[in-house]
């Protein structure tokens, strides 16, 4: 059974199941996700814990197996909670999570919640991912996304008491906030805390979250493709100082830019000749928030544009290299951010009614 993490605490107010599965890359969510139900299960008498981290291949699953069908000498119910922190029970771990699972349901005295990281579609079609599926209840903790953190800050500082400003007072507020914490939920979370301690409940001014608010953002090259391919100049900017600042590899980010460059030459000379957009992008292995934003770039990017973009990035290949070219940066992460702009500018452009592009010079200057 598949569940929301936005349909948990209704879910559990209707009766505990004896066993959930959480898996998500967004470890503040998964914590609380996994907090509720342990209360929810201390509420109806599951007194005892017992912890269980599969640490490598070696792990030894009958105690797991054990756990469960062991009663306690201190309480009735018991908590088993097993952490794979790697996504990966191998083997023997298949097998006694199916195990696990089948028994699950003739087990009331045991509740039994396994935590994993975020997992790829082949794991989770796999015959231990489909046992938990099938005899307990899951749920898919996604993180939060840029556009939608805005709005999960109002709903965090609304359960503590405060707001912003209604209005464009209040949008500018939260949008400095989301800054300040993209990609990095659990210290957005601690900065949210440390409102409620500094000011008292009600309307939270744009100088006071100025004030308080430390930037903690964390980027990532996969997110920095996000924001190039959706326009977004700003954001491409901030993301890429932040990640100089954290030692990104330059030859990573090239990569991460380069690559979509070609993604998108591919499925261009796939629509060229005749084949449909879905079926072009599906061919590249494009889905997902990508799909999207590749359906928004493409009508935007003329063939000559991406011709220019590809030599452009090949350039740049040479430059993180080490070599140097005229009319480009010496600096490796200034002919990076140039790359990043072209394309983001080419992205954001108003889509072209007819073919064009601007001289390459023009365009990378």
């Known amino acids: 059974m598949q569940l929301a993490p936005a349909q948990l605490s209704q879910h559990l107010q209707r009766g505990l199941k004896p066993l959930y599965t959480l898996h998500g890359d967004e470890p503040l969510l998964i914590q609380e996700a996994g907090d509720t139900i342990r209360a929810a299960a201390r509420a109806q008498g599951y007194t005892e814990r017992t912890v269980h981290t599969v640490a490598g291949a070696n792990f030894d699953w009958s105690e797991v197996l054990?756990?469960?069908?062991?009663?306690?000498?201190?309480?009735?119910?018991?908590?088993?909670?097993?952490?794979i922190p790697s996504g990966k029970p191998g083997k023997e771990g298949s097998a006694a999570l199916q195990q696990l699972a089948?028994?699950?349901?003739?087990?009331?005295?045991v509740l039994t919640l396994v935590l994993l990281p975020r997992l790829d579609k082949a794991t989770r079609s796999g015959a231990w991912f489909a046992a938990l599926e099938s005899f307990g209840v899951t749920l898919q903790v996604d993180a939060v996304e840029r556009a939608a953190l805005p709005a999960w800050i109002a709903q965090r500082l609304q359960a503590q008491g405060q707001r912003v400003a209604t209005g464009e007072a209040g949008q500018r507020a939260l949008q400095f906030f989301a800054d300040r914490v993209e990609g990095n939920l659990l210290a957005a979370h601690q900065e949210?805390?440390?409102?409620?301690?500094?000011?008292?409940q009600g309307e939270l001014t744009f100088e006071q979250i100025e004030r308080a608010v430390l930037?903690?953002?964390r980027y990532d090259v996969f997110k920095l493709s996000e924001a190039v391919l959706g326009g977004?100049?700003?954001?491409?900017?901030?993301?890429?100082?932040?990640l100089q600042a954290e030692g990104e590899a330059e030859v990573l980010v090239h990569y991460t830019l380069?690559?979509?460059?070609?993604?998108?030459?591919?499925?261009?000379?796939?629509?060229?000749?005749?084949?449909?957009?879905?079926?072009?992008?599906?061919?590249?292995?494009?889905?997902?928030?990508?799909?999207?934003?590749?359906?928004?770039?493409?009508?935007?990017?003329?063939?000559?544009?991406?011709?220019?973009?590809?030599?452009?990035?090949h350039q740049v290949d040479g430059i993180v290299k080490g070599l140097k070219l005229p009319d480009w940066p010496l600096d490796n992460w200034q002919a990076l951010q140039r790359l990043a702009l072209a394309l983001c500018s080419a992205c954001a452009a108003v889509p072209a009614k007819t073919p064009g592009a601007p001289a390459r010079a023009r365009m990378l200057a």
């Open 66 to 83: 054990a756990a469960g069908g062991s009663l306690s000498l201190f309480a009735d119910r018991q908590i088993v909670e097993v952490r």
């Open 102 to 109: 089948s028994h699950a349901q003739g087990a009331e005295s």
């Open 192 to 200: 949210i805390q440390k409102l409620a301690l500094l000011y008292p």
């Open 215 to 217: 930037n903690v953002a």
């Open 232 to 242: 977004q100049t700003g954001r491409v900017l901030r993301m890429l100082d932040g």
């Open 258 to 313: 380069a690559e979509d460059i070609r993604a998108l030459c591919r499925v261009k000379d796939a629509l060229q000749a005749g084949r449909p957009l879905p079926m072009a992008l599906r061919e590249q292995r494009i889905w997902g928030l990508r799909e999207r934003l590749f359906e928004r770039a493409l009508p935007r990017l003329p063939g000559t544009t991406l011709s220019n973009l590809l030599y452009a990035a």
